[in-house]
């Protein structure tokens, strides 16, 4: 019996649904694989274990001669970024002038554990995290050094934590969240000479997004459920930060190749906890300890975000590192090194 044309239209329509499934499972149910070197933990990497089991991997750079009194500890960027190697050569010399260093990394990157809970990657899991470790390094107060998330990490330290704080140095902090969108569109001073970077964000995620990445990033988000494992996820990360990395720099062409060593998933997931914490303003108004805001001149965080930290944090003080995008010490180790070690130098006056 042959199908009458008033049917036809249904079958055409099934076929085409069907076709957009078959698709649909090609871009994100088959796993993909990317041309990243696999993770290795630094040399002499040593591990902390939480109160919940969670075990977090970190490098200690002992203090020569005269030692001070307060240790440093290495907030890095992301959320899910990771310690490397540049950044333990740009600060291992400040070991010199009598600072312990701790740099870890931060729970689902680097050495440390990757959580099977994705929900255990919020804000406050982090900020807790870092109260068990100055627990686990046995230090009444602290020199935080914080990179971009870091230094949002920083801000809710800080805001719950005041007396644990001996300074901060804030290396082209993000935005102050709940972040005031108003202020992405103040103009910086001419006199700052600031300049933007020659690739953005937005050039890197539209060149290595694919559709499995973005099921993953949206189940995750909606479900904290992982569509990747963590291998894949992790991967792909590198592969992203590979092309994000061309925006952290004066110089795109000394930007790092990224290896497998960030974690995917706490980025994604620590990035929506963003959106539902509290304001910690009012508490980073009455801190005391000396603050210093270190941005490059090409940093690709908007002025406005940064002036904000001067006007909330009471004892702020601003550096602009000429020649230096928003990772100051991939073109500028040398003066970034010096800058945070000529105001250490003044806030222990």
Not at 211 to 238: H, L, Q
Request: net charge neutral.
């Amino acid at each position: 019996m042959r199908m009458t044309s008033k049917y036809k239209p249904l079958k055409i329509v099934g076929w085409m649904l069907l076709a957009g499934l078959l698709v649909w499972v090609g871009l994100t149910a088959i796993p993909r694989t990317y041309a990243v070197p696999d993770f290795q933990p630094l040399s002499g990497t040593q591990y902390w274990t939480l109160s919940d089991g969670a075990r977090i991997g970190y490098t200690q750079i002992e203090a020569r001669g005269a030692t001070q009194p307060y240790p440093i500890l290495y907030l890095h960027g992301g959320p899910g970024g990771h310690i490397h190697e540049a950044i333990t050569q740009a600060l291992q010399p400040l070991a010199e002038s009598g600072y312990t260093l701790y740099l870890y990394d931060q729970r689902g990157s680097g050495a440390s554990d990757r959580m099977d809970d994705l929900s255990r990657y919020t804000v406050a899991q982090h900020r807790q995290d870092l109260e068990e470790v100055l627990e686990q390094i046995g230090a009444e107060r602290v020199i935080l050094v914080a990179q971009s998330w870091g230094a949002i990490l920083a801000n809710f330290f800080a805001a719950e934590n005041p007396d644990k704080i001996q300074a901060i140095v804030l290396t082209s902090p993000g935005p102050i969240y709940p972040v005031d969108h108003r202020l992405a569109d103040l103009a910086p001073p001419d006199s700052l000479q600031l300049r933007a970077p020659a690739f953005s964000n937005t050039d890197g995620n539209k060149k290595v997004q694919n559709w499995r990445s973005k099921t993953a990033e949206f189940v995750a988000r909606a479900w904290s459920k992982k569509w990747m494992p963590d291998s894949e996820a992790d991967a792909f990360f590198a592969e992203l930060n590979t092309a994000l990395n061309r925006s952290t720099c004066c110089d795109a062409a000394k930007a790092l190749k990224s290896g497998k060593g960030g974690g995917y998933y706490a980025h994604i997931c620590t990035v929506n906890d963003l959106h539902h914490v509290s304001d910690p303003r009012n508490n980073l108004k009455n801190i005391q300890a000396p603050v210093l805001v270190l941005k490059g001149q090409c940093d690709n965080q908007k002025w406005g975000f940064t002036q904000e930290y001067l006007t909330v944090f009471p004892n702020a003080s601003l550096k602009i590192i000429p020649g230096a995008g928003h990772s100051v010490y991939i073109e500028q180790a040398e003066n970034y090194r010096q800058a945070i070690l000529d105001f250490l130098r003044h806030a222990d006056r």
